[in-house]
């Protein structure tokens, strides 16, 4: 997949509208994807997850808590794709 994220907008109770650079959007409910614990606390507060961003080095979105979520997971959930099976060739 490796498409990035390039637009991020919140909308309530913890739910992110995401477009992706191919195209592809969709609104992800983030409180089904993680627990608010650890790094992922201060999204509890949804004005804090409001501050939601773009990290472009990256293609992803993150929070200042350095929370991040991976892009591959949420492209496969909006486009309802499987996440490749990316394996590692060894050469001996």
């Known amino acids: 997949m490796l498409q ?4 991020v907008e ?17 609104i992800v409910d983030i409180s089904n994807l993680i627990k ?3 790094v992922f ?8 997850f409001g ?3 773009l990290n472009h ?7 200042q ?8 997971v949420l492209y496969a959930l909006i ?5 490749p099976n990316y394996q590692l060739s060894r050469t001996t």
Do not use: C, H
């Open 79 to 83: 486009s309802k794709q499987p996440i």
């Open 51 to 53: 501050m939601v961003e």
């Open 41 to 48: 606390e201060p999204l509890q507060d949804e004005e804090y």
């Open 65 to 72: 808590s350095g929370a991040d979520l991976d892009p591959d």
């Open 4 to 7: 990035d994220i390039v637009v």
């Open 10 to 26: 919140p909308r309530e109770n913890y739910q992110l509208y995401i477009r992706f650079e191919d195209g592809v959007e969709g």
């Open 57 to 63: 080095e990256l293609g992803t979105i993150q929070w």
């Open 36 to 38: 608010f614990t650890g």
